[in-house]
């Protein structure tokens, strides 16, 4: 059950900028991304998953965490099918497994999105 997949992560020092996408698995039969709500979630190691953000079809963007705000972006290229977590001002604290979810509304509750990624590494190092 991993229709989208999600790319990009990696190790940064802190202050840096990684760029994810998520896209839709190439085994996947599921409509275009630009059909869903599209959110993402981290989870890091001994912690719940947690809401980082999500993006309507219309392209209105939301956030949950002030953290992550301001220096977290999502985008929608519906020519490539794909959709971006542009986040940039990178901390330590933002290491985590980071996953990006489908859906019809959006809900900070991973357990009401079933279309789900694997998920990306990001790690931010001091």
């Known amino acids: 059950q991993d229709p989208l997949v999600e790319s990009g992560g990696g190790l940064v020092q802190a202050g840096g900028s990684l760029q994810l996408s998520c896209r839709a698995s190439i085994r996947a039969s599921i409509r275009a991304l630009s059909a869903y709500v599209i959110t993402w979630f981290r989870q890091a190691p001994g912690k719940e998953r947690e809401f980082v953000g999500g993006i309507s079809r219309e392209g209105q963007t939301m956030f949950s965490a002030e953290s992550v705000r301001g220096r977290f972006t999502i985008a929608r290229d519906n020519a490539n099918n794909t959709v971006y977590l542009l986040m940039t001002s990178l901390k330590p604290e933002d290491t985590a497994v980071y996953f990006c979810?489908?859906?019809?509304?959006?809900?900070?509750?991973?357990?009401?999105?079933?279309?789900w990624g694997r998920g990306t590494q990001v790690t931010v190092s001091s």
């Open positions: 979810a489908a859906g019809g509304v959006v809900t900070s509750l991973p357990q009401r999105y079933m279309i």
